[in-house]
């Protein structure tokens, strides 16, 4: 006995060993990234956030709350965004993408400092967080901030109030601002591209031009993140404008404000290709699969979105066929939001926002020279367009956030809207020139004033609106939600809700007063209404308020399984957003 | 002389030979004794013995260690063969336990169970799982498909983890291999099978014990003989069961009106009638077809019948100091899905060898080759033959290619392709190989010490090709949408066609040392071993892959349309090593105690939980060898009484699970550069292994010499420290995290029973046996902030119930139960709570009944079992409604009816039982609607029971009197065998097999849901002709 236990011992002394600890050192991944540098986790966090601007953009959430589309002939589901009637497993992804999206900004936020070598990296990750925080906002009204993407430090964060989290993402982007300002020095990492390829997939930390005492070492200078931060904060003041609570905290930062914009089309190109997963994120969504069959055949423009261009209320011809493809040269590819008749037109092959080279026919290649707004699969995603920023301008100028001209800004808006819709896919203005386009628009639409800003001041005898300050708001509104048409569709929902005007009709009805917002939608919802309205005429939401349109969506079922303890009460008609401008029932 | 002759006029004598039944090897050394006298003699080496007896003499008793005693009467001819059966009862028989150790039976105080070779294969069933069914208690066998080699689930006791692997451990020539082994062994081979149902016998074997063991033996040569074996079976497979499915009603999808529609799958259109109606859209050239519009049966027969060819050979053969055993098996089959193949090629090679020294040495090798070709769309293209309308003779499309009318152009439906098509386009292509060797050298220095050394090597090579054929729909085709009711992707969308090629590799390394003294010292006979073991794993899985193929019936990644493959690579490498120890104490032979202690590291654990000790310890106490009044008791032969402990631990985490990781994401690579995303799980730092603790106790007896024998185990385990990823919140930026939390208990009761109630000298016996196994597990707590555990498919875990339990949709009921109904429509409402829970899906009770029946040289077998206490969930279900050919939505014919159990409000808080509001439709607009019927989970719930014959076998082994005095064939065995030849299902299951599953064996611990992806059940009946050399 005393034997076997001493071989025992033996053994045991030899498995205890350091030898064997070595043995067993073998559990180090040979497969997947452990750690990672910010400049390998700022890519793919920017193009997360190209398929978040979809996420929002998109037929389950913008497209439908802003009005710009319709169920297809024949489609069943999505019944709850016919309805309005939300519950909380709709728009999921709205909230868990961005919170994904996130979790990276917050990664590289975590391990860069706000000066040396990655201060951009570090300026770059706490605006885009801005940014989605605030979007996050926009959606659901209170969010967690404070005590978010923590990890395991904090598994139930509490939630913040959405006045609060848009404080601190204006605070964040003063503070950013300067950050990107101090000059990079030569052992500043380059935001541009390192050894491993492209950091900077929105382009905008160029070379700074041959002045720059930084010429040659690209990728350092960030005057164009500087004015695309501006634009945001631009953004972010408009919406919080009218909010009593933050009246102060507005003064303050309308004074702060640099009055310095993007102008230049502010897009996020990875290098889209035309393989699984690859293609730009819109494209693939409502035009054609990598595998060059037609996306989703669930949608088609609604009659209240083509009627801006058919002539039923502008007559736009030239944005028309950049925007929508025609069948045989008229707009028949539309419908009522819930109408669900079998005999309903099916979405074309290929998506009806899909217009292509030719206009009238068929489009078939997927690598078709597109223009307008679904050019190609390597488009870069629209995150903020010049168009949006000189409506904000304008808007601004308006309302005394700025100085300027806001009918001036009001044209540059509209020009620019044209050009984007004329660029090709590789961003070259092919399809018309702007200026005369625009010209040709007003000359079709000059009786108009949500075209021809000399009426502002002017009102006609038939026009409901007849406050010059409100026809030129209504004006600047209508033409943002006709430019960012499929491209920033969520922008179209936040200006319905924000600015709600209970005494102010539209074009066409003029004898109605609707209790409605800017070019939006009279509480009609009869078929012959259509393009008056974008409430559903399978209409069930029992909202008390006259729109009939849900007050939100809600947070996720998740949030209400594992965060228990934090998540508010939601009433999906009564809980707006702070700063949405409707009553509350 | 005249005494001598006076003696051979008194006498004769009598020769034979004697054969083991299992393998019909000769037995030398058995003894031969006239019956009622000490007269007698013992076999040569090659089993023969001559004998002379006296006149008087009627019979010979035939007694062998290890054997059953046979007595058999003397014919006139003065040849007597006797063939023993092994005795597997014996409480002094040998066995091989944990660690390629061996015990006698009387000595184990847990729960085993010994599987013999001709109860194995008596079946014929080509997997060595499915061969074990319904024969052992405790052992639940799940076969989850059909298919060509169908894929087998076997658990013992239960399923303990909640999310880690619940399978038994299979051992092979005490090497530890993959549980795909069985599949890809052949059950010709194997000698012995010895079952441990607890982790108390099996946890020498370490951190994977907990889930008990299956050690397998495989045939070695024997002594002193040579013998060549040759056999050949052929048999058929059959669908056994179809789903219920109703054949008064075609295609149509209106609600109130029935329609006809030409071009639809769904069947809500109008009765049958006879009538020559249109079907599909004309063709391109203007062609039409048309077809009687009544129900015929080529739904079902559009599974072909299978047929299965297996044929062996073994030669073993030894001597004094070395033995040698080489087998091969060749088997080849066609399935009951056109076009669906797999043939396996087994070759063994097994010896020993006895040096100088004593030393001496052993190696078992085997290398195995399967090759699939089988379709990978079998869900797409059941369900396409699902929603086939009864007028349409689905068979008439078989030849896709000349047929017009059956390619994918000109099919009639608009929404699902040709089911023969689907199965030809998309197929799947597999070869996998299987290296197993083993050696064990054994130093015996001195008689009490015995020195193992052991490695072994387990390789699996696989490499699998994934093909879609490409194709371009014509104009006509795609133009075809903008008729009626519009034609959905099967006629817009080209296939651009994919292939995609996996090759995945495993080995695994094990090396073992053990040292035993064996000693008998005055009363007490002990035994210790002390071993130490290494065991290394490594896998590599690549694959490469191409969407978007050049040409039509090329698959090959390198001619694509895409500028650059896919592709992904996973290798891994994880260690084991451990010391372990055992002692055994045995006092006069009839108290028994075993203790075991084995302390692992793994590599795979967090470094300051990588190792772990636990012991186990068992007793047995033989009364009838102890008590003197019990000793030689006419009734009870034997007793033994067991009782035991244990604990186990068991990791259950990947390897580099304990580090989050970056991955590309948002479409990265791409040509630009990298981007990574970081992962969305947290991994606790302090992650340690599921510890199962438990304890057991039992009693084994024989009674009447083994006339009557029976054996009882209680169980009783409870398993902590669950490795569970629990989801969080995603604004803390993660969705889950990894850690140790809840518990899941398990208790279970198994019972067998085995009867002779006749057996007669002139060779008359019969056996029945019988076994029962009742277990049941609960979830006794999950993590804080988790109410309930998803395993996916709609199984979780919840805390004080059984696990798993499925949940689902259900309507909104009253108090009573009764479905609540709108008063003025009739129709029910879905109810806004998703999460009902319908009852658990493991069969918490199992009868296996086992018959036999032998008359000399004739054996008739026959295994049945059946199965209660659970539910299964019909992912089918579902389809079946949506496309109106399910049998259910044919019940009231179409008509309006009053839904059964449903009530409706007073309008004062109360509900009145309704007995006559009928739903306002009964057509499409009821059993389609997601509200009223379609896809609402309580609906598909059904009794799990069933009733099964599982295998039955009639076997002959052709007396020598016909085979002749030929030379060449000794002896000859003829069989017929069937297997799953009864099935026998409650009313409620209209669907098919409650065993299958839709999740796979490998950790699919989400049981209880089988969907399309299951081709219907299949009986197989055959025969084989073996022959003895």
């Known amino acids: 006995m005393k034997k076997i236990f001493n071989a025992f011992i033996i053994l045991g002394l030899v498995a205890s060993s350091t030898a064997c600890k070595k043995y067993l050192d073998v559990n180090t991944n040979p497969n997947e990234v452990t750690t990672a540098t910010p400049d390998l986790v700022m890519p793919q966090a920017l193009a997360a956030s190209a398929a978040l601007s979809q996420t929002f953009n998109g037929p389950t959430y913008g497209m439908d709350l802003g009005g710009y589309v319709a169920n297809a002939g024949g489609v069943g589901g999505f019944g709850n965004f016919w309805t309005f009637v939300f519950n909380n497993g709709d728009a999921n992804a709205c909230w868990n993408n961005t919170y994904d999206n996130l979790q990276d900004y917050q990664y590289i936020i975590n391990n860069t400092a706000t000066t040396g070598n990655y201060k951009n990296f570090n300026a770059v990750a706490r605006l885009m967080k801005a940014i989605d925080f605030m979007r996050l906002v926009d959606a659901y009204g209170d969010v967690p901030y404070s005590q978010a993407l923590k990890g395991s430090a904090q598994l139930q964060p509490a939630y913040d109030k959405g006045t609060d989290v848009y404080k601190a993402c204006i605070t964040e982007i003063d503070a950013i601002i300067p950050q990107m300002q101090v000059p990079a020095t030569l052992t500043t990492i380059a935001l541009s591209s390192n050894a491993a390829g492209k950091i900077d997939v929105t382009a905008y930390s160029g070379d700074g031009g041959t002045t720059s005492p930084l010429s040659g070492t690209t990728g350092k200078d960030m005057s164009l993140w500087v004015k695309f931060a501006n634009t945001v904060k631009l953004k972010a003041l408009i919406r919080i404008s009218k909010v009593a609570d933050l009246a102060a905290f507005y003064n303050t930062e309308k004074g702060t404000l640099i009055k310095d914009f993007t102008t230049s089309d502010v897009l996020i190109n990875p290098g889209y290709v035309q393989q699984d997963g690859k293609q730009n994120p819109l494209f693939n969504a409502l035009a054609f699969d990598y595998k060059g069959n037609g996306s989703s055949s669930s949608f088609l423009p609604s009659t209240y979105a083509v009627a801006f261009y058919d002539g039923t209320k502008l007559s736009d011809p030239g944005r028309g066929k950049l925007v929508y493809r025609q069948n045989a040269g008229a707009y028949s590819y539309k419908n009522q939001l819930g109408f669900q008749s079998t005999s309903l037109v099916a979405n074309p092959t290929g998506g009806a926002w899909y217009s292509g080279k030719d206009t009238g026919g068929n489009p078939t290649g997927v690598a078709a020279e597109g223009y307008g707004v679904m050019k190609a699969f390597d488009q870069g995603q629209p995150i903020l367009l010049t168009t949006e920023s000189y409506f904000l301008q304008a808007e601004a100028a308006l309302i005394g956030l700025i100085p300027g001209d806001p009918a001036a800004l009001f044209k540059s808006g509209v020009v620019a809207s044209f050009n984007y819709l004329d660029k090709n896919r590789a961003g070259v203005v092919t399809a018309g020139t702007p200026s005369t386009q625009f010209d040709t628009y007003l000359t079709n639409n000059s009786g108009s004033y949500l075209v021809n800003s000399a009426l502002w001041a002017s009102p006609a005898a038939a026009d409901y609106n007849r406050d010059a300050t409100q026809r030129a708001l209504e004006a600047i509104i209508t033409q943002k939600y006709i430019a960012l048409n499929t491209l920033n569709s969520e922008e179209g929902w936040n200006d319905y809700r924000r600015t709600y005007n209970a005494n102010l009709s539209i074009p066409g009805s003029p004898a109605k007063p609707v209790p409605s917002g800017y070019p939006f939608s009279s509480v009609d919802n009869s078929t012959a209404n259509a393009p008056y309205s974008f409430a559903a005429n399978f209409q069930t939401n029992t909202s008390p308020r006259a729109d009939k349109l849900a007050g939100r969506i809600l947070y996720p079922a998740s949030e209400y399984s594992l965060n228990t303890k934090n998540v508010p009460a939601t009433n999906p008609n009564s809980t707006l957003v702070f700063w949405d401008a409707r009553p509350k029932n | ?1029």
């Open chain 2, 1 to 1029: 002389m005249l005494c001598a002759s006076q003696v051979f006029a008194q006498s004769r004598t009598v020769t034979g030979t004697v054969t083991a039944k299992d393998d019909g090897l000769p037995l030398p050394g058995v003894t031969v004794k006239v019956a009622g006298t000490t007269t007698g003699t013992q076999t040569s080496p090659s089993g023969k013995f001559t004998l002379s007896v006296p006149a008087s003499a009627k019979s010979l008793t035939f007694s062998f260690v290890g054997f059953t005693t046979e007595i058999v009467a003397i014919p006139a001819g003065g040849v007597v063969n006797a063939v023993l059966v092994s005795d597997t009862r014996n409480l002094s028989e040998v066995v091989v336990t944990a660690g390629g150790l061996t015990a006698t039976k009387g000595s184990q105080g847990y729960a085993t169970t010994s599987i013999k070779p001709e109860v194995l294969t008596q079946g014929k069933a080509v997997n060595v799982a499915s061969a074990l069914s319904g024969k052992v208690a405790g052992l639940q066998i799940n076969t989850i498909s059909a298919g060509v080699n169908p894929t087998v689930r076997i658990v013992l006791r239960g399923n303990r983890s909640l999310l880690g692997n619940n399978q038994a451990l299979i051992v092979l020539d005490n090497i530890i291999v993959p549980n795909s082994i069985l599949g890809n062994i052949n059950p010709e081979d194997i000698d012995d099978i010895q079952v441990l149902n607890g982790a108390g016998g099996a946890a020498l074997y370490g951190s994977d014990a907990s889930n008990g063991a299956i050690i397998i033996t495989t045939k070695k040569g024997k002594k002193g003989t040579s013998v060549v074996k040759a056999s050949q079976t052929f048999s058929g497979e059959h669908v056994s069961y179809y789903p219920q499915l109703q054949t008064g009603f075609g295609s149509g999808t209106a609600s109130d009106v029935q329609e006809y529609l030409e071009t639809e799958n769904q069947q809500f259109g109008p009765a049958f009638d006879g009538k020559t109606r249109i079907l599909g859209f004309p063709l391109v050239d203007g062609r039409t077809q048309s077809v009687p519009y009544q129900y015929n049966d080529s739904k079902n027969k559009f599974w072909e019948t299978g047929a299965n060819s297996q044929s062996d050979f073994s030669v073993s053969s030894g001597d004094d100091n070395s033995s040698s055993y080489i087998a091969g098996q060749y088997y080849n089959t066609k399935g009951t899905t056109p076009g669906d193949k797999y043939n396996r090629v087994v070759i063994r090679a097994n010896g020993t060898r006895n040096l100088a020294n004593k030393i001496s040495v052993a190696y078992n090798t085997s290398y195995t080759q399967n090759n699939y070709d089988q379709t990978s769309a079998t869900a797409g293209l059941y369900d396409q033959l699902q929603q086939t309308p009864g007028q349409v003779v689905v068979t008439d499309y078989k030849d896709y290619q000349n047929n017009p009318f059956a390619d994918i152009n000109g099919y009639y439906n608009f929404y699902y392709a040709n089911p023969y098509f689907t199965a030809a386009n998309q197929r799947q292509k597999t070869r996998n190989n299987y290296f197993l060797g083993s050696v064990d050298l054994k130093w015996d220095p001195f008689k009490f010490l015995n020195v193992t050394f052991r490695n072994g090597i387990t390789s699996t090579n696989q490499v699998n090709r994934n093909t879609v054929g490409k194709y371009s729909l014509t104009a006509y085709t795609k133009n075809l949408r903008t008729y009626g009711e519009g034609a959905g992707g099967v006629k817009t969308d080209d296939q651009v066609g994919s292939v995609s090629d996996d090759a995945n590799s495993t080995s695994r390394i094990t090396s073992e040392l053990q040292v035993s003294f064996k000693k008998q010292i005055s009363d007490f006979n002990v035994s210790a071993t002390a071993g130490a073991s290494l065991r290394q794993d490594r896998a590599d899985n690549e694959n490469i892959q191409t969407t978007g193929l050049l040409q039509e019936g090329l698959y090959n990644v390198g001619a694509r349309t895409q500028p650059n493959p896919l592709g992904s690579q996973n290798y891994s490498l994880t260690r084991q090593q451990a010391v372990y120890g055992v002692v055994n104490v045995g006092y006069k032979g009839y108290l028994n105690l075993h203790v075991t202690g084995r302390n692992d590291w793994l590599s795979i654990l967090p470094v300051q939980n990588q190792s772990f000790f636990y012991p186990a310890a068992d007793l047995s106490f033989i009364p009838t060898e102890a008590i003197d009044f019990l000793k030689n008791n006419k009734v009870l032969s034997s007793l033994k009484l067991r009782a035991g402990v244990s604990k186990v631990g068991q990791a259950n985490i990947n390897a580099y699970a304990l580090v989050p990781t970056f991955s590309p994401a948002a479409g990265y690579p791409f040509p630009s550069g990298p981007g990574y995303n970081q992962g969305n799980r947290i991994v606790s730092p302090d992650l340690k292994p599921e510890i199962t603790k438990g304890y057991e106790f039992g009693a084994d007896a024989d009674l009447y010499n083994g006339r009557i024998s029976a054996s009882v185990t209680y169980y009783k385990t409870s398993t902590t420290a669950q490795t569970v990823p629990v989801n969080i919140a995603v604004s803390s930026g993660f969705t889950s995290y990894l850690l140790n939390t809840g518990q899941v208990d398990n208790q279970g009761i198994e019972t067998s029973l085995s009867v002779v109630p006749i057996k007669t000298a002139t060779g008359w016996q019969l056996t029945l046996g019988a076994n029962f196994t009742w277990s049941d597990n609960k979830v006794v707590s999950l993590a804080e902030n988790l109410p309930q555990l998803s395993i996916g498919n709609g199984i979780y875990a919840v805390p004080g119930l059984g696990y798993p339990v499925v949940e689902g949709s259900d309507y909104n009921r009253d108090p009573q139960g009764r479905i609540i109904v709108d008063k003025q429509t009739g129709y029910p409402s879905l109810s806004s709570v998703t999460t009902n829970i319908f009852g658990n899906t493991n069969a918490t009770k199992r009868l296996g009944a086992n018959f036999e029946l032998r008359y000399k040289s004739l054996r008739l077998t026959a295994v049945a079992e059946y199965r209660t206490g659970f539910v299964v969930y019909s992912n089918v279900g579902g389809s079946y409604d949506f496309s109106g050919s399910g049998a259910r939505t044919a019940y009231y014919n179409r008509d309006r009816f009053v839904i059964p159990n449903s009530s409706y409000s007073d309008g004062a808080g109360g509900y009145i039982a309704n007995t006559n509001v009928v739903t306002a439709g009964g057509g499409a607009e009821f059993w389609t609607s997601t509200q009223y019927e379609y896809n609402i989970a309580s609906n598909y719930i059904y009794s799990g029971a069933s009733w099964r014959l599982r295998e039955a076998a009639l076997s002959w082994d052709v007396p020598k009197s016909i085979i002749g005095r030929q030379k060449y064939v000794k002896g000859a065995t003829i069989s017929v065998q069937g297997r799953n030849l009864l099935l026998w299902l409650p009313k409620s299951n209209v669907y098919t097999d409650p065993e299958f599953n839709s999740t796979d064996s490998n950790n699919g611990n989400a049981i209880g849901v089988n969907t399309v992806g299951q081709t219907p059940p299949t009986r197989y009946y055959g025969a084989t002709l073996s022959l003895t050399f």
